[in-house]
């Protein structure tokens, strides 16, 4: 089993009516600083819905298509409860609802709660529009995640899960010159081999550092809110990720992603509201 | 009492825990055919989060800043049973949920389920960056929606309710000659003058014709995922509207839009999945 399947694995606890309990437990092998990566639990509840579903009704419907997420607090890596209820259990597609949940110093605290459509994705529905994929270097003229300075490399767990390549041109931020214009490129596979699939795509949207970073924002940036599409299943090879944020107001911004497979196909898109923190005279980079 | 503020109105029926249950009626005033307009849903959802935080909380929290809806099944006029569940109480944001259920003809069907934060936007939050107005002609120098062929209005009581001027560039869908472009430009008032806030912007948002028409695609566009942003709370005035897609797959696209103020401020984008059928032969017109 994969490293990634171990991550996102539960332990069915109960079912009643449309509602089913899971137990599970986070790792600290996923971790951005404390806290565990957004993209981990956005996978990790698609595939119990898809799960809820599919032991429930008729159709399979392996696909998350459709992802909202808002998230609440910080996971931290420990023991983690999970409540999936189905809401429509459609021909083409269904809907679920996953609530991550865990002990609190006074009680149990919701980390995450994510509305999720399933269905099964065509192995090649036509592209009749979409966005090209970047012009990039290839992955082995990129710049390694695991060039990263030990003190930015160290808080992340999540990169050693990851083997990620930069774009030369968007890697500034790593050594202090980002360049202002919002937007990141990279290259991505799962360090242990594992190929992508639609659940796991959902980990890759939200796993690059933060698109603020190329503003000079380095600190934190948490989701408020995700919504993620998935247009087709990814084949096997390296995704070409772009990251881009055009809207930044008071503390909020947004951050979009786009993800391509190996074939150039477009597999992949979100957009997230996350807060930063901005200097009181402004943005430290701009373009 | 305006009519907007009617349609969104609801009673409350009773509260256990962080549980409350709310009754309302939706009108036929609204509809885009025979189903209710998805961004009035959004709305009226919106406004009853808020409120079950407002009663139950300390923080008044009276903008939705960000709102998921997966939707489910057409929501038709007639009686509106709505479930709110208070998820998180912050100090600077709460995260509320709404299920809107009708009866169907073998029991209750939920028609949309909505997660929805909300805060307390500042009235001039710093804008670092965002993406600029569209230059369009002032409003009396656009097309009004009310000019629009009688087989196109009629089963749309929902334009009646909306002033709309659309850029004589991106019309052209309602004379049987769209761009090919995916995109439409508007201003957009409230037709009985009552003026938009924060929570009528989510109306704003899915209140235009799917963007779909520009691409010659002039049947239905039912939204299966809806995720909006509402940056500020709007000037009075007319709002200034851009929708767009760039990405269409099989039988699946995305449409984004952005809203800008009188004072040419964004203050709300969104991005949503959505169905088409697209010809056998492709698309019917392209740019």
Do not use: Y
């Amino acid at each position: 089993m994969s490293e990634f399947d171990e991550a996102i694995a539960l332990q069915r606890m109960g079912t009643d009516g449309e509602s089913t309990a899971w137990r599970g437990r986070l790792s600290d092998r996923w971790s951005v600083g404390t806290a565990v990566n957004g993209g981990l639990l956005m996978a990790l509840a698609a595939n119990a819905v898809r799960d809820a579903v599919a032991e429930a009704g008729e159709g399979a419907h392996r696909d998350p298509i459709a992802l909202s997420a808002h998230f609440m607090s910080a996971a931290a890596p420990g023991d983690l409860d999970v409540t999936t209820e189905v809401l429509r259990r459609g021909r083409r597609m269904s809907t679920g609802q996953a609530a991550l949940v865990q002990d609190g110093e006074d009680g149990p605290v919701e980390r995450m709660r994510a509305l999720v459509t399933v269905a099964d994705l065509e192995p090649d529905g036509t592209v009749h529009r979409c966005e090209p994929a970047p012009d990039m270097p290839a992955p082995d003229a990129c710049v390694p995640s695991s060039a990263a300075p030990a003190e930015l490399a160290g808080a992340f767990t999540l990169t050693e899960r990851l083997d990620v390549r930069f774009d030369p041109e968007t890697v500034g931020f790593a050594v202090g010159a980002p360049s202002g214009r919002g937007e990141l490129r990279a290259w991505m596979r799962l360090a242990d081999g594992r190929e992508f699939d639609s659940v796991a795509l959902l980990l890759a949207l939200d796993a690059l550092p933060p698109v603020a970073f190329d503003l000079g924002l380095m600190g934190w940036a948490p989701t408020i809110e995700f919504s993620g599409h998935v247009w087709a299943r990814p084949a096997p090879g390296w995704l070409r990720m772009r990251t881009r944020t055009q809207t930044l107001v008071g503390g909020v911004m947004e951050e979009v992603a786009w993800i391509w497979d190996s074939r150039d196909r477009l597999v992949a898109q979100s957009r997230q509201m996350c807060g930063v923190r901005v200097p009181k005279d402004g943005l430290p980079v701009s373009a």
